[in-house]
């Protein structure tokens, strides 16, 4: 008999044991004499060690075996191997168990055993078998018990899942980036940002994605990012696969590994329609401010304009039509007129400008601003206009800025000059038969000019807000020709094709009320009244001219700077044997009541007061609205002496 092994050879067999496992199986097998010599080292052992029968039934188990699965003696007296074998792992254990009962090696394998009270148990090994005389007559397994480091790599495959998911779902924009500015990863975000496709990424440089414009400042961040290991603020221009700018911003940091950079993270968002959206709210709040600014211009222009216009008007009532002079300050009164639409264009689309509207022809409208537009230009206007158009109702003001506007449009259409020409005809629609316009009787009226058209890129955006293809103008003439015709229930579209010119085509709804052409107020004469009328004014030039066109119609006057005069004025009156037969008042009134709060006081005094509102701020809702607000009449500065004793008739209906 054999002299047993020194410990030490037993430590270094026990080594070569726990590192090749098949050697571990065969030194076993072939130690097999000496096998309780080994008991103690494989009882000891940490890995789970079994030998079954052919038939499956257990031959040996070690401690750490009875210890991880909880199976006792007496369990194993009838146990079998497919018995602790979890149910989906049985096919896959049985093809291995034949293989090995056939002496084929199977060097690793992994399964899931079941223990006593029912816990899985994931395991990896190597079997081997042991043959006598050709045949079979035991297979032997070690495993290790690795339940611990698959929950781990279970948890990190889920987690990384997770992650893929939220890197892949997420609205911002992530790229991953080597030293070298090759992009590593990309998610779905950013494919669809910048329109590159999968398989174009690998090819690609993060300065291949970045605006001409920005490459230099992004090169140095980029530098500074590879560089310092800290969170970096990024504000850029990139470019998508067509060539068009995104601005972006975001924060990018780099990994390090000893000191190098590995790759950078970087988070980027879509800041473009933001920073279009911040650029509008500028501009809005800019035209905002300009509007309230126009707005006190326009009420201090306006009031020049009126001692300006109501002098001319008196100086008519003194020379004849015959007289030379007379053309000239028909000429001067028209020039005037048109001059109060210089703020009146801003505070109409700022404002929303509700129009003040009269009955009227068109045809003088479109006479008199065009022509007015266009004097000095080398654009020229032809006018086709049918003789028997229908009368409109509308602000002539605002619609003297649509014509304005269109005229102005065509002539910066034409710098080598052309014509401009202009029509209007009557024309009767049914329901939905031009756009949305519901049925009825409107005047259509086209502005066709020989310039060198609008593109299909540009027309449809001809009436947005700021925009505009010239190198100057603002971008709002159209904008508020749009504006003004919406809100006078019309329509207003353009035709245009490069190189052919543009046609801009109005509908206006046609009025019920007949009145003649060239027979309006401005034309008739003055008609004279009798009566003691207050004024109430923030302007002495106002309240002078005022005074002395209402002496001319043969109206007596009294004047005020503010209201709270105005009211003791008028109780003073009231209560004495002269009332006064109405009031005639601006307002605003700055730092004193204005007209509305005036009112509102004469009205506690006396129900029956009579008022007309004046002022300059034509956009004023209650200059729209004016009897809602208590007052009988309304005129709109600055007025002519006939639009003035037009407007007394409101307070003589006699008349």
């Not at 993060?206 to 400042?217: E, N, T, Y």
């Amino acid at each position: 008999m054999a002299n047993p092994p020194s410990h030490e050879e037993l430590l270094k067999k026990n080594q070569i044991l726990e590192k090749e496992a098949a050697t571990r199986v065969q030194a076993m097998i072939a130690l097999e004499d000496d096998i309780e010599q080994y008991r103690s080292l494989v009882e000891n052992a940490q890995d789970l060690i079994h030998s079954v029968r052919p038939d499956g039934s257990f031959l040996y188990v070690n401690q750490a075996w009875k210890n991880t699965l909880g199976y006792t003696e007496e369990d194993l007296k009838t146990l079998k191997l497919m018995d602790i074998v979890e149910e989906g792992c049985r096919d896959n254990c049985r093809r291995i168990f034949q293989k090995l009962i056939t002496g084929e090696n199977i060097e690793r394998n992994e399964t899931t055993f079941v223990a006593r009270d029912g816990q899985t148990i994931i395991v990896e090994g190597q079997c081997t078998t042991h043959f006598q005389e050709g045949k079979a007559i035991r297979m032997t397994g070690f495993f290790r018990d690795i339940s611990d480091r698959k929950r781990h790599e279970t948890a990190l495959q889920e987690s990384e899942m997770r992650y893929r998911d939220l890197f892949e779902n997420a609205h911002d924009i992530i790229q991953i980036v080597r030293p070298d500015g090759k992009l590593l990863y990309v998610n779905d975000s950013w494919r669809q940002t910048f329109g590159y496709g999968e398989e174009e990424i690998e090819a690609l440089s993060i300065f291949d994605i970045i605006s001409p414009d920005s490459q230099g400042h992004c090169q140095e961040m980029f530098g500074k990012v590879i560089s310092e290991e800290k969170t970096h603020y990024i504000n850029t221009v990139f470019a998508d696969k067509k060539g068009n700018q995104v601005l972006i911003e975001g924060n990018a940091i780099c990994k390090f590994v000893e000191g190098k950079p590995l790759y950078s993270q970087c988070i980027f968002r879509d800041v473009t329609e933001k920073k279009k959206m911040e650029e509008e709210l500028i501009k809005a709040q800019k035209l905002e401010s300009v509007g309230v600014f126009a707005g006190g211009i326009a009420h201090d222009f306006n009031n020049l304009l009126q001692a300006i216009i109501g002098n001319i008007s008196l100086a008519k009532m003194h020379i004849t039509p015959q007289n030379k002079a007379y053309e000239r300050l028909v000429r001067t009164e028209k020039a005037s007129m048109l001059a109060k639409n210089l703020t009146q264009q801003l505070l109409t689309f700022s404002k929303g400008g509700e129009p003040v509207k009269t009955v009227t022809a068109i045809s003088e409208i479109l006479k008199e601003a065009t022509s007015f537009s266009l004097r000095g230009s080398k654009a020229k206007c032809e006018y086709q206009l049918t003789n028997d158009l229908w009368s409109v109702e509308v602000d002539k003001g605002q619609l003297s800025q649509v014509a304005q506007n269109l005229a102005i449009n065509a002539n910066q259409a034409m710098p080598d000059g052309g014509i401009l020409t202009i029509k209007a005809i009557n024309i009767s629609i049914t329901e939905h038969d031009v756009y949305n316009l519901p049925g009825g009787n409107y005047i259509k009226i086209t502005f066709q000019d020989q310039g060198s058209g609008i593109s299909k890129e540009n027309i449809a955006k001809i009436f947005d807000p700021y925009f505009s293809s010239k190198k100057t103008g603002s971008g709002l003439g159209l904008a508020i020709s749009y504006s003004i015709i919406n809100n006078h229930s019309g329509l207003i579209t353009v035709d245009s094709e490069p190189g052919q010119g543009a046609t801009f085509t109005i509908y206006l709804p046609a009025s019920e009320k007949n009145v003649v052409p060239g027979q309006g107020a401005a034309q008739q004469q003055p008609i004279q009244h009798k009566g003691r009328l207050l004024l109430l004014d923030d302007e002495d030039i106002v309240l002078e001219v005022l005074g002395e066109m209402l002496n001319f119609l043969g109206c007596e006057t009294d004047a005020v700077l503010n209201g709270r005069g105005a009211v003791d004025l008028y109780q003073k009156a009231l209560k004495g044997e002269s009332p006064y037969a109405g009031v005639i008042m601006d307002l605003t009134i700055p730092g004193g009541m204005g007209g509305k709060e005036t009112l509102s006081r004469l009205q506690e005094i006396d129900p029956e007061v009579k008022a007309i509102v004046s002022s300059g701020y034509a956009s004023d809702p209650i200059m729209a609205n004016f009897k809602e607000h208590g007052f009988c009449g309304v005129v709109p500065k600055p007025y002519k002496l006939e639009d003035l004793s037009q407007a007394l008739t409101s307070l003589f209906p006699d008349k």
